[in-house]
Every structure is written in structure tokens, then in C-alpha cells.
């Protein structure tokens, strides 16, 4: 019954990479004596120690259980009579001595490699990082440098940095989060802009859109694209209140996806990992989110001119139509012209032009 449970585990054929070297080790332990039952026996209670991250209990159940494995093998080769059945037998009286010695070598082994095993904590290990950022907030403050080992690298992209005295180009959006055309103007448009002139642009998100609010405290909204896109709206305008600085790379992640709905805890918890679903769920579900909304309609209706479609784009506070247009075929280049400083060397490439759509 042992030998049933404990054979089908040495099928192991593929060698591990050498960067595991405990397994290396083990690997070439067994291949060593993989044609002995012991051998066999002693890479399975190997394996299974360091399937556990047990490896020292391992090595002392491979020990311990040495004695055992010397009498299953004795039990194996013993001749169960006399005759034809003990000359069979015969050849393996020398087997015994094998063992034996096989032992002592063994023992050595284990010796040795329990002695490596923990070893490489001090000399072959590598430190586990302290830091629990995303790499896009490693620069934002030098206390998250600090913690990320990464303060030369930020002062010297500070320092590169055009001057902070000129004013970025502030570029608001009014948006629904089910409209088509303004999730493909986040993703293709807006997004990838910001990730390449973050230095010289702010972005405003402010969903909404289309929608009215109603004096009915049942149902104070509608929208365009029906009650999930309200709950959605709601639940963005909530995660841009509690996330502050990574809010539109949770925004970007929700309209990026197939569905907006599903994909905003998962997008929440990859790139705001501090902020729990709970308390957005509680904004949703409370009063925040409804006054959250309440300002996101006052401030749509305060637009001159007023909005007649979304996306709804505005830089530095104006609408004009010939903005608008520039903005949908290549907001990048757009942001550019619209910067007062030294432009970043980003902007030295032509024009990329994009289709333009709007609910």
C-alpha cells in the first residue's frame, strides 16, 4: 500500500531550473538513486516537505523514516523459503551491505542539504521589497520613494520636469459611464494623453452627462442609457471622491473593460488597494453618492454653451467647437499647442488622427 502511494510521485522527469536550487538539488538527488525504492522514497518525502514549505520537517521525516525504509526493503528481498525461491533470493544477500552504506551516504546527504536549505537565508537569499504601491505612485510623494527605493530615480525625473511656474492645460470631462463613444474617447484618447503629459495636463472627471435629476427621492435620476448606467455613474463619481489620485486609472480600467459594472471592485482593489469596496459601496448605497451627484449635475448645467452631447471636453474652463474637433481626431497634439511652457519632448511627433462619435 506504501509503495502504491509513493511510486506514482518519482514520474518525475522534467529538470527544474537551476534558480530552484533546493529542487535542483532534490532533482538530482533522485535521479541518482532512482533506480532504488529508497531513493524513490526519499525524493517523495523531499518533495512533499517542500510542497508543505516544511523542507526542515521534511528532512527529518526523510531521517527518521530511514530505519522504516531499510526494513521494507529487507521485507521485499527476504526469501520466503527454501528451494527454487531461495536461490532466486540468494543474489540479494549483498544488497544488505548495499544498503547499508547507501544509509550512511544518505545521511550524509541530508546533512548537507539541510545545511544549505539554511544557508540561503543569509547568503543566497534576496529581501522581499517593503513597498505596496503601484509603480505609477512611486513618485508621488517622497515618503512612497523612500519605501519603494526608488528616491534617485524620482529626483531625477523631477528634475527634468518642465516648469512647474506655467500652468498645466486642465482638461474636464463630462461623460456617462455607458455611453460608447465616451468610453472609447477614455481609452483611446484621454488616457493614453494623460499617461504621456501628465506633467503638463490636469484631467476633471465629472460623470453624469445627459442624465436629469428628478425631485423624486425614490428615483432622483435618470439617465440616458438606463438605471445601470446611474449606478454607474454614481459608483465612479464615488471612487473619484475616495481615491483622489488614482481615480481615473480605476475609471480608465472600468470603461476598458467588457462590462463597467463587474470590473469596478476589481479595478478598485488593483489600483487603490487601500481603499475598500466596502466604503465605496457605502457611498453608493448612502447619502454621499447622491450628493456626489447632485454637485456633478449643477456643475453640467453650469456649462456655456451647454452641453449638447457627450463627451463634453473643456480646456482650461471653454468649449469652442473648433476645440472639440481638434480634441476628437488628436487630443495629444492638442494638449501641446495648448501648453504655455517648454513642451516635453513627447510632443515633437506628428499627429495621429482619430474618428470622432458622441451620444
Given at each position: 500500500m506504501l509503495l502504491k502511494t509513493i511510486l506514482p510521485l518519482c514520474n518525475h522527469?522534467?529538470?527544474?531550473?537551476?534558480?530552484?536550487?533546493?529542487?535542483?538539488?532534490?532533482?538530482?538527488?533522485?535521479?541518482?538513486?532512482?533506480?532504488?525504492?529508497?531513493?524513490?522514497?526519499?525524493?517523495?518525502?523531499?518533495?512533499?516537505?517542500?510542497?508543505?514549505?516544511?523542507?526542515?520537517?521534511s528532512v527529518k521525516a526523510a531521517a527518521a523514516f530511514t530505519p522504516g525504509?531499510?526494513?521494507?526493503?529487507?521485507?521485499?528481498?527476504?526469501?520466503?523459503?527454501?528451494?527454487?525461491?531461495?536461490?532466486?533470493?540468494?543474489?540479494?544477500?549483498?544488497?544488505?551491505?548495499?544498503?547499508?552504506?547507501?544509509?550512511?551516504?544518505?545521511?550524509?546527504?541530508?546533512?548537507?542539504?539541510?545545511?544549505?536549505?539554511?544557508?540561503?537565508?543569509?547568503?543566497?537569499?534576496?529581501?522581499?521589497?517593503?513597498?505596496?504601491?503601484?509603480?505609477?505612485?512611486?513618485?508621488?510623494?517622497?515618503?512612497?520613494?523612500i519605501e519603494c527605493k526608488v528616491q534617485k530615480q524620482c529626483m531625477e525625473l523631477n528634475a527634468i520636469k518642465p516648469n512647474q511656474t506655467v500652468p498645466p492645460v486642465s482638461v474636464?470631462?463630462?461623460?456617462?459611464?455607458?455611453c460608447p463613444a465616451c468610453r472609447v474617447f477614455i481609452a483611446q484618447q484621454l488616457f493614453p494623453t494623460w499617461t504621456m503629459l501628465q506633467d503638463i495636463m490636469t484631467v476633471t472627471l465629472v460623470p453624469y452627462g445627459n442624465a436629469k435629476e428628478l425631485p423624486s427621492a425614490n428615483s432622483p435620476f435618470t439617465c440616458q442609457h438606463g438605471?445601470?448606467?446611474?449606478?454607474?455613474?454614481?459608483i465612479e463619481a464615488c471612487i473619484i471622491h475616495l481615491t483622489g489620485h488614482s481615480a481615473f486609472q480605476i475609471i480608465n480600467c472600468m470603461e476598458s473593460a467588457a462590462n463597467v459594472l463587474d470590473a469596478a471592485q476589481p479595478c478598485l482593489q488593483l489600483y487603490a488597494p487601500s481603499v475598500s469596496w466596502t466604503r465605496v459601496d457605502s457611498c453608493v448605497k448612502g447619502g454621499l453618492?447622491?450628493?456626489l451627484m447632485h454637485a456633478n449635475a449643477v456643475m453640467t448645467r453650469a456649462l456655456n454653451p451647454a452641453h449638447t452631447h457627450v463627451p463634453w471636453v473643456t480646456f482650461n474652463g471653454e468649449y469652442t467647437d473648433e476645440m472639440e474637433d481638434k480634441a476628437m481626431s488628436s487630443l495629444f497634439h492638442l494638449v501641446c499647442q495648448?501648453?504655455?511652457?517648454?513642451?516635453?519632448?513627447?510632443?515633437?511627433?506628428?499627429?495621429?488622427r482619430l474618428d470622432r462619435s458622441f451620444c
Open positions: 522527469q522534467k529538470e527544474p531550473s537551476y534558480h530552484n536550487m533546493s529542487l535542483y538539488f532534490k532533482w538530482r538527488l533522485f535521479h541518482y538513486y532512482k533506480s532504488t525504492i529508497y531513493g524513490c522514497v526519499l525524493y517523495s518525502l523531499l518533495t512533499f516537505g517542500a510542497r508543505s514549505r516544511s523542507f526542515r520537517g525504509v531499510n526494513q521494507l526493503l529487507m521485507e521485499l528481498i527476504r526469501p520466503r523459503g527454501g528451494g527454487a525461491a531461495a536461490s532466486v533470493f540468494s543474489p540479494f544477500s549483498a544488497v544488505r551491505t548495499s544498503l547499508q552504506i547507501l544509509n550512511m551516504k544518505l545521511s550524509g546527504l541530508l546533512a548537507v542539504f539541510l545545511l544549505f536549505c539554511t544557508s540561503r537565508r543569509s547568503y543566497g537569499s534576496h529581501p522581499k521589497p517593503s513597498c505596496h504601491y503601484p509603480p505609477s505612485q512611486w513618485c508621488r510623494t517622497l515618503e512612497i520613494a474636464t470631462l463630462y461623460y456617462e459611464s455607458l438605471e445601470p448606467e446611474c449606478q454607474g455613474n454614481m453618492g447622491y450628493q495648448l501648453y504655455k511652457g517648454v513642451r516635453p519632448p513627447a510632443c515633437t511627433g506628428a499627429p495621429v
